[in-house]
């Protein structure tokens, strides 16, 4: 039960002319027995919420950034009808700041035996589940001076998936995969170093490629063509350690790390390659094995969705030990992690070598783009010493990154936006070279 801001409105009113005219008992009474009788014949005829049936339907996905309409529908079963004032709880993270009162409160009118529906948009700043918080109703009766209340629980979720925004580079890459298939009508063959068909000899192609067998069975000569490998295993592996958490920009950089992995899964399985994920810290967070190549985008999305970093520090040889038993056969293994001193000299390195003798190893990592405006920053004391240790940092990167190239690692280093591209090109150069 609730009194409404009317009811008190009129109970102040109604003390003025008591307190000029009639003060004491006699006038408080005259005054406040009208008013309670008509609060109760209020809350009589206002619509009981406890009888009330609610149930949910609409989106149950959406991307980060994206808007979700989740829709509750009200049925009223009573002989009165329903006035009232809605609140949808979900989660803060389920709006952006300032904006939650607005999307999570409605005002709806159901008459008696009917139903009406109701539409709360979802923009959710966070990757993850959003569950659907208690629904409050507040009921009014005819005069406004009185409201019944009550909550229900409606379960719903709302799963918001990673925001992909790197697959506007994936048209520029497939183009490029398909000038390597020498599906492209291009001035060089394709190259690869997997046979793929015989055709004549052209004025320009490489004399190596002539198939003298062939050519003395006809009277033309015939070269051979190449494509880059297919069916070839990668599996992806992502450090949920602590170093995972530091925030680069507005997002930590696990999430630049997804965006990365996501457009090198959807590169790779357009190229006929089978794709996996690994999370890991120091237990399995996650492992995907074994999709289908039209399959294999929406599960790693899926599943990416819920992954947080842990703060924890990452076992490297669990995680090692874990990537072995995941590719037991040649593959190519994409580590996702940091170059840190400390976690790299003490963690990674000693373990490399058995990832490296059977595997080829490629490491991204994100760098912050603040840094980068530190070295630049001059003018006063502050910014000088600024971009002393900002350059100082990136030295020590660069030492990390030669350490894991003499051990025969690709390093594929940049800041979140160009992270995604150039690991893309990375591995297109590792089909080129036919070392995938």
């Not at 989106?59 to 979700?68: F, N, P, Y």
């Not at 709880?89 to 035996?113: C, D, I, K, N």
């Not at 490998?229 to 930590?252: K, Y």
């Amino acid at each position: 039960m609730a009194l409404t801001g009317r009811a008190a409105l009129i109970a102040a009113l109604g003390s003025v002319p008591v307190g000029i005219w009639a003060p004491g008992w006699t006038g408080i009474l005259a005054v406040n027995v009208p008013l309670a009788a008509a609060c109760a014949c209020d809350f009589a005829l206002a619509a009981p919420v406890r009888r009330l049936g609610l149930s949910r339907s609409g989106d149950t996905s959406a991307r980060l950034g994206d808007t979700a309409d989740v829709t509750l529908t009200v049925t009223n079963p009573s002989g009165r009808p329903l006035r009232a004032r809605l609140r949808d709880a979900w989660p803060p993270s389920s709006w952006q700041s300032g904006t939650e009162t607005a999307a999570s409160r409605h005002t709806l009118t159901v008459p008696a035996g009917e139903r009406r529906r109701v539409t709360t948009r979802l923009r959710p700043t966070r990757r993850g589940d959003r569950h659907a918080d208690r629904v409050t109703i507040r009921s009014y009766g005819p005069l406004g001076l009185f409201a019944r209340q009550g909550t229900h629980r409606v379960p719903w979720t709302v799963r918001v998936l990673p925001p992909f925004t790197s697959r506007k580079h994936l048209p520029s890459k497939l183009s490029r995969l398909r000038e390597l298939d020498g599906r492209t009508s291009v001035l060089t063959r394709g190259e690869g170093t997997e046979f793929d068909s015989l055709r004549e000899y052209v004025p320009g192609d490489d004399t190596r490629s002539i198939d003298w067998r062939a050519t003395a069975r006809q009277s033309t000569v015939a070269v051979r063509t190449w494509r880059p490998e297919r069916d070839r295993h990668i599996l992806l592996v992502l450090d949920t350690g602590r170093t995972s958490a530091g925030r680069v920009g507005d997002a930590p950089r696990l999430d630049a790390s997804m965006d990365a992995a996501l457009l090198l899964a959807a590169l790779a399985s357009r190229a006929g390659d089978r794709v996996d994920l690994l999370a890991y810290d120091r237990r399995v967070r996650s492992l995907l094995q074994g999709r289908t190549a039209g399959d294999v985008l929406p599960s790693l999305v899926d599943t990416m969705a819920t992954l947080e970093p842990e703060l924890v520090e990452t076992d490297a040889r669990g995680l090692t030990a874990t990537a072995l038993r995941a590719a037991p056969r040649r593959s190519l293994i994409v580590l996702f992690t940091t170059l840190d001193a400390a976690p790299v000299e003490e963690g990674l390195l000693p373990v490399l070598p058995q990832l490296t003798q059977r595997h080829t190893v490629v490491v991204a990592s994100v760098a912050d783009p603040h840094v980068a405006r530190m070295a630049e920053a001059r003018g006063h004391t502050d910014a000088v010493y600024e971009a002393a240790a900002a350059a100082q940092a990136r030295t020590e990167r660069r030492r990390i990154a030669d350490q894991l190239r003499r051990h025969g690692v690709t390093v594929v280093d940049a800041i979140p936006d160009d992270l995604p591209p150039a690991l893309a090109d990375a591995y297109l150069e590792l089909k080129t070279t036919g070392r995938l």
